[in-house]
């Protein structure tokens, strides 16, 4: 069995793996403080799982899997892979017993009793995004002493070259900043543990560039938009591209990640080398509005991305008729859902509720990430709705 372990880039590696014939498992992590904090699950916080209810306050980071990833009923593993995943934060402390677990800290004010207990028996704390990756290779060194003579590969993160703009955004607190001794950390990881293998994202990235037109925006169409409102008006905004999710990667890493199953080493192909051209700065990318429309009405999240994405390249013309357009062919994705809703507060258009129309339907037909997604899903739709009716 092949466990993957950590965040979304740990989980489309390990469906890429399945879809070429591999048992894949899947074990979504809290935080790199709370495997090496514990052996096994803590009963006391075991109880309280069972006795309050708290699995809709974990978000898929189950008890075992931040305390016992592969425990002794799983299947035995061949090969653990682990991704740089991004903490969720706040974290608890158990005072006494000094383990340390993940809950969202709403499920307290949901349960008097939670958080009875939770005043009594321990603290919250945001661990120091300067820490992570020591804290990464405490956590690794578990690993490497629950599974001696089990081959791990840990996949590195993308580098926010200047060339990745505008300003690339990571989930893991301090990516930036992280990033730059990041290399020989992991280096040292390799070195010290036993079995212990690095994937480099930006050299598998480099093969994917390549080969591609050589754009950001179609590889990582994703951005975080923060804006500025004053008095119902948008006066300010701040564009971050996403370069955590990247369209072509899981199935590169899948490649790379078959031939270490076969040589039991990391190789890399001739052209997957980090390019120069990465050290220069973004240049905004313009697409004319029938190259627009063919990406969103092709169905594919990140094609319907770059498309959206664009529209912030020139703000003084309102596209939302296009989104009209393309309303029946659009998936249901949150990153995207972000940024048509702060389109749709800059470019104020009734003719936006069309389009809420049609992705409240293929919302409530979407299932596959769980009613809570799906519910939250909805009431921002509607609420984009109600905008864009309201002035």
């Given at each position: 069995?092949?466990y993957?372990?950590?965040?979304?880039?740990?989980?489309?590696?390990?469906?890429?793996?399945?879809?070429?014939g591999?048992?894949?498992?899947?074990?979504?992590?809290?935080?790199?403080?709370?495997?090496?904090?514990?052996?096994g699950?803590p009963?006391?916080?075991?109880?309280?799982?069972?006795?309050m209810a708290?699995g809709?306050?974990?978000?898929?980071?189950e008890?075992?899997?931040?305390?016992?990833?592969?425990g002794?009923?799983?299947?035995?593993?061949s090969?653990?892979?682990l991704?740089?995943?991004?903490e969720n934060t706040?974290?608890f402390?158990?005072?006494?017993?000094?383990?340390?677990?993940?809950?969202?800290?709403?499920?307290?004010?949901?349960k008097?009793?939670?958080?009875?207990?939770?005043?009594?028996e321990?603290?919250m704390?945001?661990p120091?995004?300067?820490?992570?990756?020591?804290?990464?290779?405490?956590?690794?060194?578990?690993?490497?002493?629950?599974?001696?003579?089990v081959?791990?590969?840990v996949?590195?993160r993308?580098?926010?070259h200047?060339?990745?703009?505008?300003?690339?955004?990571?989930y893991?607190?301090?990516?930036?900043e992280l990033?730059?001794?990041a290399g020989?950390t992991?280096?040292?990881?390799?070195?010290?543990?036993?079995?212990?293998h690095i994937?480099?994202?930006?050299r598998?990235?480099?093969?994917?560039?390549?080969?591609?037109?050589?754009r950001?925006?179609?590889?990582?169409?994703?951005?975080k938009?923060?804006?500025?409102?004053?008095?119902?008006?948008?006066t300010g905004?701040?564009?971050?591209r996403?370069?955590?999710?990247?369209?072509?990667?899981?199935d590169?890493?899948?490649?790379?990640l078959?031939?270490?199953?076969?040589?039991?080493?990391?190789?890399?192909?001739?052209?997957?080398?980090?390019r120069?051209?990465?050290?220069?700065?973004?240049?905004v990318s313009?697409?004319?509005?029938e190259?627009?429309l063919?990406?969103?009405?092709?169905?594919?999240?990140?094609?319907?991305?770059?498309a959206?994405g664009?529209?912030?390249?020139?703000?003084?013309?309102d596209?939302?008729?296009l989104?009209v357009?393309a309303?029946?062919?659009?998936?249901v994705?949150?990153m995207t859902?972000?940024?048509?809703?702060?389109y749709?507060r800059?470019?104020?258009n009734?003719?936006l509720?069309?389009?809420?129309?049609?992705h409240?339907?293929?919302?409530?037909?979407?299932?596959?990430?769980?009613?809570?997604?799906?519910?939250?899903?909805?009431e921002?739709v509607?609420a984009?709705?109600?905008?864009a009716?309201?002035?």
């Amino acid at each position: 069995m092949l466990y993957f372990l950590g965040n979304c880039q740990a989980d489309f590696l390990s469906r890429a793996m399945a879809g070429r014939g591999h048992r894949c498992t899947y074990r979504v992590l809290a935080s790199p403080m709370t495997l090496p904090s514990h052996s096994g699950i803590p009963g006391s916080l075991a109880a309280i799982h069972r006795d309050m209810a708290l699995g809709d306050y974990l978000h898929g980071r189950e008890l075992a899997n931040q305390f016992e990833p592969i425990g002794p009923d799983d299947p035995p593993p061949s090969l653990m892979v682990l991704s740089l995943f991004h903490e969720n934060t706040p974290l608890f402390v158990h005072n006494a017993e000094k383990y340390v677990f993940f809950m969202d800290p709403r499920a307290l004010t949901d349960k008097p009793e939670l958080m009875d207990w939770a005043r009594r028996e321990c603290r919250m704390f945001e661990p120091n995004p300067a820490t992570y990756l020591r804290r990464f290779g405490e956590m690794l060194s578990r690993l490497r002493a629950d599974f001696p003579a089990v081959p791990m590969v840990v996949l590195s993160r993308l580098t926010p070259h200047p060339a990745f703009g505008p300003e690339p955004f990571s989930y893991l607190k301090g990516w930036t900043e992280l990033s730059r001794g990041a290399g020989e950390t992991l280096h040292g990881w390799s070195l010290n543990l036993p079995d212990v293998h690095i994937i480099d994202m930006d050299r598998v990235f480099g093969g994917i560039w390549s080969e591609s037109d050589k754009r950001i925006e179609g590889q990582c169409p994703f951005l975080k938009i923060t804006l500025e409102e004053a008095d119902g008006r948008v006066t300010g905004l701040h564009a971050r591209r996403d370069i955590e999710h990247i369209g072509a990667m899981p199935d590169r890493l899948a490649d790379t990640l078959t031939r270490f199953l076969e040589t039991g080493t990391v190789n890399y192909l001739e052209h997957e080398v980090i390019r120069p051209e990465w050290r220069a700065h973004w240049r905004v990318s313009r697409l004319g509005d029938e190259r627009m429309l063919e990406l969103l009405t092709s169905g594919a999240n990140y094609r319907c991305a770059e498309a959206v994405g664009a529209f912030f390249t020139d703000l003084g013309r309102d596209r939302t008729e296009l989104l009209v357009q393309a309303r029946r062919h659009m998936p249901v994705c949150h990153m995207t859902l972000h940024m048509i809703k702060a389109y749709g507060r800059i470019q104020r258009n009734p003719a936006l509720a069309l389009w809420c129309d049609s992705h409240l339907e293929a919302a409530d037909a979407f299932t596959a990430n769980g009613p809570l997604y799906q519910q939250a899903y909805i009431e921002r739709v509607a609420a984009m709705r109600a905008h864009a009716l309201s002035g």
